[in-house]
């Protein structure tokens, strides 16, 4: 079964700063999905960025970036420029590349707080 | 069309009494999902349909819970004698098919009381 670790409960930035959320996964497939999401308070949970295992590009989305290190299991997302509406919670989140198995593994998630 | 719709979005209700949730997904959306947060924790994976078909549940689903999907449209989440243990954000989340994008409702959240 796959695991998707986040050891990050809580990280704090200043607005305009740089910040870099963490992520390891576990998995024996070599073709799998990688996600962010992003659940603002009392509201629903949006994609934020995501990336093919079989892509070496990183990808990018605007302030969003991540780096992927697949030999490492790793998958961290970089946001720039931080604003005050980037605070929420932030999952990792996992899929198999298998199209019989279309279900996400989600991280616990981690409480990003943006101050002024 | 304004995303996945889920209600109602709050739930209190007394132990061992039954309740059903109901989740509208975006109209062409042939697969629907439905998955469970507590608190601190990621979501974690329920059932999922492709159309009316529930094709995979988790080991999380007791006996207790049972979904459906009536003519591939809306669906249903009952869960039977709740128990305090239930009380969660329950979310549904629908994509056009396997390998898309998923989005979610706002969630349903029930207390046990």
């Known amino acids: 079964a796959q695991t998707v670790t986040q050891s990050q409960p809580e990280m704090s930035v200043q607005e305009a700063e740089t910040v870099t959320l963490s992520c390891t996964y576990d998995t024996s497939e070599s073709d799998y999905y990688l996600f962010w999401y992003k659940q603002p308070p009392s509201r629903q949970m949006i994609l934020v960025i995501r990336q093919e295992a079989y892509k070496q590009q990183n990808a990018t989305e605007n302030r969003f970036s991540v780096n992927f290190q697949k030999a490492a299991k790793s998958f961290s997302l970089k946001i720039s420029d931080s604003q005050l509406g980037d605070a929420a919670m932030y999952f990792c989140?996992?899929?198999?590349?298998?199209?019989?198995?279309?279900?996400?593994?989600f991280g616990k998630g981690t409480m990003l707080l943006v101050s002024p | 069309d304004t995303g996945v719709s889920q209600n109602p979005r709050h739930k209190i209700t007394k132990r061992g009494q039954n309740v059903t949730f109901r989740c509208d997904p975006i109209?062409?959306?042939?697969?629907l999902y439905w998955y469970r947060q507590t608190l601190g924790q990621g979501p974690e994976f329920l059932t999922y349909?492709?159309?009316?078909?529930?094709?995979?549940k988790s080991r999380l689903l007791s006996d207790r819970f049972s979904a459906e999907r009536p003519k591939g449209s809306f669906s249903t989440l009952e869960i039977q004698r709740t128990e305090q243990g239930d009380s969660a954000m329950y979310l549904c989340a629908s994509s056009r098919t396997v390998g898309t994008e998923a989005f979610f409702g706002q969630g349903t959240r029930l207390t046990v009381v």
């Open positions: 109209s062409e959306h042939n697969r």
């Open positions: 989140a996992y899929r198999s590349g298998n199209s019989g198995y279309s279900t996400l593994t």
């Open positions: 349909f492709q159309n009316e078909a529930q094709l995979e």
